[in-house]
Each structure stands twice: as structure tokens, then as C-alpha cells.
């Protein structure tokens, strides 16, 4: 079939003096200057001189997508069953279907051609001839087999088959591993965990497809996209400088990976809500390897001898990557640096915006956020990311209702925005509207199967209901996809504490206190603050007082306005005996925070306790000492005193009486020795 076109073409040219080919290269050229009306004006005049070449009426049609012409270009292609004859062009019609969100026509289309054959490597030279010519000989036969994949997956996900959608990915990054739309689709809608993310990546045929060179360029790209909620920065405290360093899925988890979120810690007794951030995450594998093999990553990056890598340091893309560490380890400042950076040269990243929108909302930075989102409004009106902005920044001025809608609008653009989601359902969750935060959280568990913040969160809830059992139900949910993320052993620890299981308790928070400090020389993250008092109080259930203090002086540390720390440690003391030690730690309690009734009632019974305790002056006796009094010196002062004339004798009496009162005041009953007669 394509030979024959090919000789009707070479007929009009024998019969004429006209020059096909330079209408062709004409129409590229003003394809290559985005002059679309330019290159389907003469695209069209090329397809009528060659009678309906295969290959012009592609190029048309090519032009008619560019110009955004989606069921024209489908149309024409149909029209001329090539859909059914030619592989590119039942590709541009899938593609032109899916724009025109056509998806079950567009699947139609793509089933009706018999790619099962076409994918497998056959030997047969006369077939290998036919799929060559129905690619119009110029395409590579592996990136077709791909991009048809991907194409599958898009439609699939759309239709919100997203089991078969993930498989079709999967498939194309078998086919190219350069296909990295494929593979960001699984990673940015969060169709896999973390450890299947991991099991992806090595199952790719590198060595198959990539030099070892071009192998190790693509593995650190693709390693940098990954889940990075089990990844730890370590830093050394120096000179009693505190530097936060941790890895975690952020407060505003709302970036959940690619932009997480709000997170939160279930505190003891209380519960804050989580933050929200783009949200953002997943299964850890063996975490000691992991966690080694991450740093080994990130030391072949910047080893200098490394001359490729360490010129893709200047990637924004690596940047970004380092920027989202440093947001899961709550080192917000530093993330915001660099996404700061990243912006300076590209400002609308759109890998960076969620992260550094999710920063500003940590650092309540609400004058950037309303500068940030009033410029994407205005240039991308259409975009999810535009109208989160909008939401974050009413989120932080307290604006709930505001919020709400916007974050809405965003997710009605673009349903698998996780940020948004998890945002939307903060925003519930911070006014306590905990049935309208679940239903939230559960739409974005159903879109977000890898990612495991979600479960997390309505976890949180439950927990806020006091419906303890299905709160751990979910947790466990959530550490089945994440079971290293610091986040959940604290919510699991916190669970068996309500529990009165301490020792369990204990086992949870000194795993989740390893994953965030992994050095005994580092400094744990503010935000870890609850964690660490969490461990007191387990060690005070347990006993161990001195650990206990330890905690909570470490907590103190972290945040030194803290009344509920301050009230921990006064608690401690009184339980150790050390009372005078008590009243003062509560009296710093209640300076902070009057109202707190348990720093109320404790400080009453410790100053009752000290008052029996300690002497009213120092040196004082414990007992009142017994007084020896001489009755018969009293009696012969009496005697003496009647011989005087009779005024003396009642001014003498006077006196006798006056000490008579005065002696009344001393209680003699516990005196030894003393008679009254």
C-alpha cells in the first residue's frame, strides 16, 4: 500500500515540473515557527497534489492538532481508514480523541488495531517490511511501541482504570526507558509505593537500551523523582548551633511528593492537625540499606571526579529534587532557598511551585503567597497549581471558607492533584469538621493509591473522635505502604499509649525518634517537638524519671515556650520527690498559660507538700521544744509583792495578769514536763 503512493507521487512529479518536496519542507519550516495556519494552508495544497499521500495526510493532520482542530484532524484521518492501515496515524487519532475527551471512541480506535502483533519482535522479514512502512520508515519501532503505551495509559487513566493504566506505563518504560512521561505519571499520581517505585526503577533493561554512562545518568535522574519521605539529611550540631535536618512528609504535607500537604502529631492527650503539603508517601524498604544506599546516591552526585554528574547538578530538576529532602526533613528554610532559586531562574517551575508554595504555608509567609498566587492567576488561569496558590494563602490568613472554594476550583481542574486534596481537607480538619476532612481525605486515597498521607489523616481523625480502634485500623493501612515514615510509628506510638500498652508505646516512638535522628549528634526538627514529649511521658508510665526529664528537657529545647512541657517536667519531679523542684517548674507552667488546670491543681498539693516538708526558716527544729517552767520562783515573787502597799500590789497584779494572757497564746499541750496547777 505505501508503495503504491509513493509511485503515485513519483507519477504527478514525472508528469510536471513542480517540486513536491519543497511544499513539504515548507510546511516544516513553518511548523518549526509555530505559523500553524501557514504550514495546514499548504499542507492541505501538498495532500491534493499527491492525490492523498499517507504520509502528507499525516503532516495535515499534524498541523490541524497543533492548531488545537482535535476532531477535524480525526476526522480526516478516519475518513481515509488510516487509522486502520497505519500505526502513527491511529496514534495521532487516539490522541486527537483524547484531547476532545472522546475516551471511549478513543479507546475504540486504539483497540482496533491489532497492537499485541505489532509489539511483539517478530522474525518474519515481509512483516518487518509492512510495520516499517506503516511507520513511514523514519520512526524508531521501539518509541513507537511506547508512545502507544503511554497513550493507552492516558486514556485508561482517564476512564479511572488505573490499575491497567499503571501496567500500560509500565510497559512503556519497558519498550524506551527514555520515556519519562510514562514513568513521572506513576510517580506524580502516585500509582505506586515506594518500595514498588524501587522495584520499577531496577527492573528497567538499562544495560539493554543505555550505555553504562547514559545507564548511570538516567538511574540518578529517575532515583531523584522518588518518594522521599524515608530520606534522611543528617547534620552535625556545631558548636551548639541547632540545625533541623530530618526527613519527614512535611506539616503543609500537601505536596504528597511532587508538591505534599498539611502534617500533624497526634499529641498526648491532644491531637494537632496535620499539615498539608503537596502533599507527598511511601513504602520503605529495608530502611538501615535504604538509607545507606540514599547517601551513596547523593555522594556520586556530588563527587567532583564525576564530571557528568556533577554538571547535572545544574538541573533545575536536581534542585527541585534536593529542595523536596529538605521539605520532608521540615528544614523549611533551607527548602525555601532553594526553591527560591530554582524560581529566580525559571519562576514558573512547575515542579517547584507546589513545594515552594507548601514551604511559604509552613513559614506563614502570607505576603510572598499572595504575590505568588495573584501572578499565576493572571498567566495560568487554567492551571490546578494557580488556584492551590490562592487557596494556601487564605488557608494561612485563616480564611477557611475562602480556602475551601479555591482549593476546590483547583480540584476540579485537575483531579489528581494531590496537593490540593489533602489542602482541601486541612482546611476541614483545622476547624474540626472532622466527617467533611475524612471524606476529603478519602477521595484522595482513592486517586493517590501509592501515596499513604491520606490514610494517615483520616487516621487522625478517627483518633480526634475518639474512635481509637478504626484510627489504628488506618494506621496500620498507612505503615502497610509507609511503614518507615517517621509520621506513622508516632501516630501507632501514640495509639498504644492510649491503649496503656507503654511498652509498645515506648518500641514506636524511640523507632520513629531513630528515623528522625539518626546521629545522637543531630538536632531534631522543631516540628518534632510532640515526639519527644510523647517519649517522656512513655518513660514517666514506665518509671524511668530520668529518661523522662531527658525528653522533655530535649523538647524544651525545641520550643521553650511550651506551658504543656514545662507542666510535664513539674510532674516528673513531684513523682521523683523532688518538690521544691515541682513547684517551681509549675509556677513557670502557669506563667505561660493561667488557665491550665492539671499545672493548678498540682502546684496547690506540692506547695501543701513542701509546707510539711521543708522548715519555716532555716535551721528551725522539726519538733517545738519542750520549755521548762519554775512554778516556785513564780510564788515567791507573789509573797514579795504583797508586803507593798496596796498600789504596788495591783499594778503587780497588773503584770501577773497581762502574763497570764500572753501565756495563754502558747498551746502547752504537747510540752513534756509542764504542769498547770
Same mark, same amino acid.
Given at each position: 500500500?505505501?508503495?503504491?503512493?509513493?509511485?503515485?507521487?513519483?507519477?504527478?512529479?514525472?508528469?510536471?515540473?513542480?517540486?513536491?518536496?519543497?511544499?513539504?519542507?515548507?510546511?516544516?519550516?513553518?511548523?518549526?515557527?509555530?505559523?500553524?495556519?501557514?504550514?495546514?494552508?499548504?499542507?492541505?495544497?501538498?495532500?491534493?497534489?499527491?492525490?492523498?499521500?499517507?504520509?502528507?495526510?499525516?503532516?495535515?493532520?499534524?498541523?490541524?492538532?497543533?492548531?488545537?482542530?482535535?476532531?477535524?484532524?480525526?476526522?480526516?484521518?478516519?475518513?481515509?481508514?488510516?487509522?486502520?492501515?497505519?500505526?502513527?496515524?491511529?496514534?495521532?487519532?487516539?490522541?486527537?480523541?483524547?484531547?476532545?475527551?472522546?475516551?471511549?471512541?478513543?479507546?475504540?480506535?486504539?483497540?482496533?488495531?491489532?497492537?499485541?502483533?505489532?509489539?511483539?519482535?517478530?522474525?518474519?522479514?515481509?512483516?518487518?517490511?509492512?510495520?516499517?512502512?506503516?511507520?513511514?520508515?523514519?520512526?524508531?519501532?521501539?518509541?513507537?511501541?511506547?508512545?502507544?503505551?503511554?497513550?493507552?495509559?492516558?486514556?485508561?487513566?482517564?476512564?479511572?482504570?488505573?490499575?491497567?493504566?499503571?501496567?500500560?506505563?509500565?510497559?512503556?518504560?519497558?519498550?524506551?526507558?527514555?520515556?519519562?512521561?510514562?514513568?513521572?505519571?506513576?510517580?506524580?499520581?502516585?500509582?505506586?509505593?515506594?518500595?514498588?517505585?524501587?522495584?520499577?526503577?531496577?527492573?528497567?533493561?538499562?544495560?539493554?537500551?543505555?550505555?553504562?554512562?547514559?545507564?548511570?545518568?538516567?538511574?540518578?535522574?529517575?532515583?531523584?523523582?522518588?518518594?522521599?519521605?524515608?530520606?534522611?539529611?543528617?547534620?552535625?550540631?556545631?558548636?551548639?548551633?541547632?540545625?533541623?535536618?530530618?526527613?519527614?512528609?512535611?506539616?503543609?504535607?500537601?505536596?504528597?511528593?511532587?508538591?505534599?500537604?498539611?502534617?500533624?502529631?497526634?499529641?498526648?492527650?491532644?491531637?494537632?492537625?496535620?499539615?498539608?503539603?503537596?502533599?507527598?508517601?511511601?513504602?520503605?524498604?529495608?530502611?538501615?540499606?535504604?538509607?545507606?544506599?540514599?547517601?551513596?546516591?547523593?555522594?556520586?552526585?556530588?563527587?567532583?571526579?564525576?564530571?557528568?554528574?556533577?554538571?547535572?547538578?545544574?538541573?533545575?530538576?536536581?534542585?527541585?529534587?534536593?529542595?523536596?529532602?529538605?521539605?520532608?526533613?521540615?528544614?523549611?528554610?533551607?527548602?525555601?532557598?532553594?526553591?527560591?532559586?530554582?524560581?529566580?531562574?525559571?519562576?514558573?517551575?512547575?515542579?517547584?511551585?507546589?513545594?515552594?508554595?507548601?514551604?511559604?504555608?509552613?513559614?506563614?509567609?502570607?505576603?510572598?503567597?499572595?504575590?505568588?498566587?495573584?501572578?499565576?492567576?493572571?498567566?495560568?488561569?487554567?492551571?490546578?497549581?494557580? %488556584?492551590? @496558590?490562592? =487557596?494556601?494563602?487564605?488557608? /494561612?490568613?485563616?480564611?477557611? #471558607?475562602? &480556602?475551601?472554594?479555591?482549593?476546590? $476550583? !483547583?480540584?476540579?481542574?485537575?483531579?489528581?492533584?494531590?496537593?490540593? %486534596?489533602? @489542602?482541601? =481537607?486541612?482546611?476541614?480538619? /483545622?476547624?474540626?469538621?472532622? #466527617?467533611? &476532612?475524612?471524606?476529603?481525605?478519602? $477521595? !484522595?486515597?482513592?486517586?493517590?493509591?501509592?501515596?499513604?498521607?491520606?490514610?494517615?489523616?483520616? =487516621?487522625?481523625?478517627?483518633?480526634?473522635?475518639?474512635?481509637?480502634?478504626? &484510627?489504628?485500623?488506618?494506621?496500620?493501612? !498507612?505503615?502497610?505502604?509507609?511503614?518507615?515514615?517517621?509520621?506513622?510509628?508516632?501516630?501507632? =506510638?501514640?495509639?498504644?499509649?492510649?491503649?496503656?500498652?507503654?511498652?509498645? &508505646?515506648?518500641?514506636?516512638?524511640?523507632? !520513629?525518634?531513630?528515623?528522625?535522628?539518626?546521629?545522637?549528634?543531630?538536632?531534631?526538627?522543631?516540628?518534632?517537638?510532640?515526639?519527644?514529649?510523647?517519649?517522656?511521658?512513655?518513660?514517666?508510665?514506665?518509671?524511668?524519671?530520668?529518661?523522662?526529664?531527658?525528653?522533655?528537657?530535649?523538647?524544651?529545647?525545641?520550643?521553650?515556650?511550651?506551658?504543656?512541657?514545662?507542666?510535664?517536667?513539674?510532674?516528673?519531679?513531684?513523682?521523683?520527690?523532688?518538690?521544691?523542684?515541682?513547684?517551681?517548674?509549675?509556677?513557670?507552667?502557669?506563667?505561660?498559660?493561667?488557665?491550665?488546670?492539671?499545672?493548678?491543681?498540682?502546684?496547690?498539693?506540692?506547695?501543701?507538700?513542701?509546707?510539711?516538708?521543708?522548715?519555716?526558716?532555716?535551721?528551725?527544729?522539726?519538733?517545738?521544744?519542750?520549755?521548762?517552767?519554775?512554778?516556785?520562783?513564780?510564788?515567791?515573787?507573789?509573797?514579795?509583792?504583797?508586803?507593798?502597799?496596796?498600789?504596788?500590789?495591783?499594778?503587780?497584779?497588773?503584770?501577773?495578769?497581762?502574763?497570764?494572757?500572753?501565756?495563754?497564746?502558747?498551746?502547752?499541750?504537747?510540752?513534756?514536763?509542764?504542769?498547770?496547777?
Amino acid at each position: 500500500m505505501a508503495g503504491d503512493t509513493d509511485s503515485e507521487m513519483k507519477n504527478v512529479s514525472a508528469n510536471s515540473n513542480l517540486n513536491i518536496d519543497n511544499y513539504r519542507k515548507l510546511v516544516q519550516t513553518y511548523l518549526n515557527l509555530h505559523i500553524y495556519d501557514a504550514a495546514v494552508f499548504w499542507a492541505d495544497k501538498v495532500v491534493a497534489l499527491t492525490s492523498g499521500n499517507a504520509r502528507d495526510v499525516y503532516w495535515l493532520a499534524q498541523c490541524m492538532f497543533l492548531l488545537k482542530q482535535y476532531h477535524r484532524a480525526a476526522h480526516l484521518l478516519r475518513s481515509k481508514n488510516l487509522d486502520k492501515t497505519y500505526i502513527l496515524c491511529n496514534y495521532l487519532t487516539v490522541r486527537c480523541l483524547l484531547e476532545a475527551n472522546e475516551l471511549n471512541e478513543a479507546l475504540k480506535v486504539l483497540n482496533s488495531m491489532d497492537m499485541e502483533v505489532f509489539l511483539q519482535n517478530t522474525s518474519n522479514a515481509s512483516y518487518a517490511a509492512i510495520v516499517d512502512a506503516a511507520m513511514f520508515d523514519d520512526t524508531p519501532k521501539y518509541q513507537v511501541q511506547s508512545s502507544v503505551l503511554l497513550l493507552k495509559g492516558k486514556v485508561l487513566e482517564a476512564m479511572d482504570n488505573r490499575g491497567l493504566a499503571a501496567d500500560c506505563y509500565k510497559q512503556a518504560l519497558q519498550c524506551d526507558v527514555h520515556c519519562y512521561e510514562a514513568f513521572d505519571a506513576l510517580i506524580k499520581h502516585h500509582m505506586l509505593s515506594a518500595a514498588e517505585e524501587h522495584e520499577l526503577l531496577n527492573s528497567l533493561p538499562l544495560s539493554q537500551q543505555c550505555s553504562p554512562e547514559e545507564a548511570e545518568v538516567l538511574t540518578t535522574l529517575y532515583k531523584s523523582k522518588l518518594k522521599k519521605y524515608h530520606t534522611v539529611i543528617t547534620r552535625v550540631c556545631d558548636k551548639n548551633i541547632t540545625q533541623p535536618f530530618h526527613t519527614v512528609n512535611t506539616n503543609f504535607n500537601l505536596t504528597p511528593q511532587h508538591g505534599s500537604l498539611i502534617v500533624s502529631h497526634q499529641n498526648f492527650i491532644e491531637t494537632t492537625p496535620i499539615n498539608v503539603g503537596t502533599s507527598v508517601i511511601n513504602e520503605r524498604i529495608e530502611s538501615t540499606r535504604k538509607h545507606k544506599e540514599g547517601e551513596s546516591e547523593e555522594m556520586n552526585i556530588d563527587n567532583p571526579e564525576n564530571s557528568i554528574l556533577a554538571r547535572l547538578q545544574n538541573s533545575l530538576d536536581l534542585s527541585v529534587s534536593q529542595a523536596e529532602k529538605f521539605y520532608y526533613n521540615c528544614d523549611y528554610v533551607q527548602c525555601n532557598k532553594l526553591t527560591e532559586n530554582v524560581l529566580k531562574q525559571d519562576p514558573y517551575h512547575s515542579g517547584c511551585l507546589p513545594i515552594h508554595i507548601s514551604c511559604l504555608v509552613e513559614l506563614k509567609q502570607s505576603n510572598k503567597l499572595f504575590t505568588l498566587a495573584h501572578n499565576l492567576v493572571d498567566l495560568y488561569p487554567n492551571l490546578a497549581v494557580s %488556584w492551590f @496558590a490562592v =487557596g494556601c494563602y487564605y488557608y /494561612v490568613i485563616g480564611k477557611r #471558607d475562602l &480556602a475551601r472554594r479555591y482549593l476546590a $476550583k !483547583a480540584t476540579s481542574l485537575d483531579r489528581l492533584f494531590g496537593p490540593a %486534596w489533602l @489542602a482541601f =481537607g486541612h482546611s476541614f480538619a /483545622v476547624e474540626n469538621e472532622h #466527617d467533611q &476532612a475524612m471524606a476529603a481525605y478519602f $477521595k !484522595a486515597s482513592q486517586l493517590m493509591r501509592g501515596c499513604h498521607l491520606p490514610l494517615l489523616y483520616i =487516621g487522625l481523625e478517627c483518633g480526634l473522635t475518639n474512635n481509637v480502634r478504626l &484510627a489504628e485500623k488506618f494506621f496500620q493501612q !498507612a505503615q502497610a505502604i509507609a511503614p518507615d515514615d517517621p509520621y506513622v510509628m508516632h501516630e501507632m =506510638g501514640v495509639i498504644s499509649f492510649q491503649n496503656l500498652d507503654y511498652k509498645s &508505646a515506648e518500641k514506636h516512638f524511640t523507632e !520513629a525518634l531513630c528515623r528522625v535522628r539518626p546521629q545522637k549528634t543531630s538536632m531534631v526538627p522543631e516540628r518534632w517537638e510532640p515526639l519527644l514529649n510523647n517519649m517522656g511521658h512513655c518513660c514517666r508510665k514506665l518509671k524511668k524519671y530520668d529518661e523522662a526529664l531527658q525528653y522533655h528537657h530535649e523538647a524544651l529545647k525545641l520550643v521553650p515556650q511550651s506551658a504543656n512541657t514545662y507542666s510535664a517536667i513539674g510532674y516528673v519531679h513531684a513523682l521523683m520527690g523532688h518538690t521544691e523542684e515541682a513547684v517551681e517548674w509549675f509556677h513557670k507552667a502557669l506563667g505561660l498559660k493561667r488557665d491550665d488546670t492539671f499545672s493548678t491543681t498540682m502546684l496547690n498539693y506540692v506547695i501543701e507538700q513542701l509546707a510539711v516538708e521543708q522548715p519555716p526558716f532555716p535551721g528551725a527544729p522539726d519538733q517545738i521544744p519542750a520549755f521548762k517552767i519554775s512554778l516556785e520562783q513564780g510564788s515567791q515573787d507573789s509573797s514579795t509583792q504583797s508586803n507593798e502597799d496596796g498600789s504596788s500590789c495591783t499594778r503587780q497584779n497588773n503584770t501577773v495578769n497581762n502574763m497570764s494572757d500572753m501565756s495563754i497564746e502558747v498551746d502547752m499541750s504537747d510540752i513534756s514536763g509542764a504542769r498547770i496547777e
